[in-house]
């Protein structure tokens, strides 16, 4: 019976994580200049942060030699000392990226003010942004930017 029990607790782990071919692959890979797969927030539009909302422009670079398919684009409030907070979002993609090129990607967050800043202070938000690729691999960069607000 424990079997049982821990078979069926672990088969949607496992569904979860494999590849078609049955082989498990979960890799994580930094997303900095210069990696085989870049990831920056290159621009903040739409701002409306009195109300929580805002569109950030994400670039997805493909620095390898061969063509990648992006899956998932996730954004996550990284600290929690940062003036200004966003909610964890995630895009499902099925995005072609040629190898050498770019694609922008245009995400709608919400967020909210965490505290008034200090003094002197830029209202600035921490966030890690992580791209999933159709292999399974993960490619994780992390970024601070400027909310602009008014200060009440």
Same mark, same amino acid.
């Given at each position: 019976?424990?079997?049982?029990?821990?078979?069926?607790?672990?088969?949607?782990?496992?569904?979860?994580?494999?590849?078609?071919?049955?082989? &498990?692959? *979960? *890799?994580?890979?930094?997303?900095?200049?210069?990696?085989? +797969? #870049?990831?920056?927030? +290159?621009?903040?539009?739409?701002?409306?942060?009195?109300?929580?909302?805002?569109?950030? +422009? @994400?670039? &997805? #670079?493909?620095?390898?030699?061969?063509? !990648?398919?992006? $899956?998932?684009?996730?954004?996550?409030?990284?600290?929690?000392?940062?003036?200004?907070?966003?909610?964890? $979002?995630?895009?499902?993609?099925? *995005?072609?990226? *040629?190898?050498?090129?770019?694609?922008? !990607?245009?995400?709608?967050?919400?967020?909210?003010?965490?505290?008034?800043?200090?003094?002197?202070?830029?209202?600035?938000?921490?966030?890690? @942004?992580? @791209?999933?690729?159709?292999?399974?691999?993960?490619? @994780?960069?992390?970024?601070?930017?400027?909310?602009? &607000?008014?200060? !009440?």
């Amino acid at each position: 019976m424990k079997t049982a029990c821990a078979l069926f607790l672990l088969l949607p782990l496992l569904a979860g994580c494999s590849t078609n071919d049955g082989m &498990i692959m *979960e *890799e994580t890979f930094d997303a900095s200049t210069g990696s085989d +797969v #870049s990831v920056e927030i +290159v621009g903040l539009e739409e701002a409306l942060p009195t109300i929580g909302q805002m569109t950030l +422009v @994400v670039e &997805i #670079s493909n620095n390898s030699d061969t063509d !990648i398919t992006v $899956t998932k684009l996730r954004l996550r409030p990284f600290g929690q000392d940062s003036v200004y907070e966003i909610d964890q $979002t995630a895009v499902g993609l099925d *995005e072609t990226i *040629e190898e050498g090129k770019s694609k922008m !990607i245009r995400v709608q967050v919400r967020g909210r003010l965490r505290r008034q800043p200090r003094d002197n202070e830029r209202p600035v938000a921490v966030v890690t @942004v992580s @791209v999933t690729l159709l292999t399974g691999a993960t490619y @994780v960069n992390q970024f601070a930017f400027e909310v602009p &607000i008014h200060r !009440i």
